[in-house]
């Protein structure tokens, strides 16, 4: 069993920056690929980033890519969303998840098996 806590969301304006945290329970945390993913008002929760067991690989979204940095350090189980130039369209509730699922699914939301309960980053223009 993992718990996830997020935090670190809030409101910011447009072209800032904010840097999500999620705190993992449990001595496998480094068995764990890491994701992050979001859902808007009226919209479907929808991939953002993920990271690999290692931290070696990552993977983006297009629609953050160039702007998000998913990193995690296995020593203190957290998994980081550094969020960057930050816009209104990322107005979201932000959902960090764990599984041991193959790297090739990693996008998908079936694939994972725990669940944070999530925190809202509000992004102003």
């Known amino acids: 069993q993992v718990q996830l806590v997020e935090s670190g969301g809030g409101l910011v304006q447009a072209g800032g920056s904010l840097r999500l945290s999620c705190a993992a329970s449990?001595?496998?945390?480094?068995?764990?690929?890491m994701g992050w993913f979001r859902q808007a008002p009226g919209k479907e929760r929808e991939f953002v980033a993920a990271i690999s067991r290692s931290g070696g690989s990552t993977n983006y979204a297009d629609s953050v890519k160039g702007r998000f940095t998913i990193s995690r350090d296995n020593v203190k189980n957290t998994v980081y969303l550094q969020m960057n130039n930050l816009k209104p369209e990322d107005t979201a509730v932000y959902y960090c998840?764990?599984?041991?699922?193959?790297?090739?699914?990693?996008?998908?939301?079936?694939?994972?098996?725990?669940w944070g309960q999530g925190t809202q980053v509000t992004v102003s223009s």
């Open positions: 449990g001595r496998t945390f480094s068995s764990y690929a």
């Open positions: 998840a764990a599984g041991r699922m193959a790297w090739d699914v990693r996008a998908r939301q079936g694939a994972y098996d725990y």
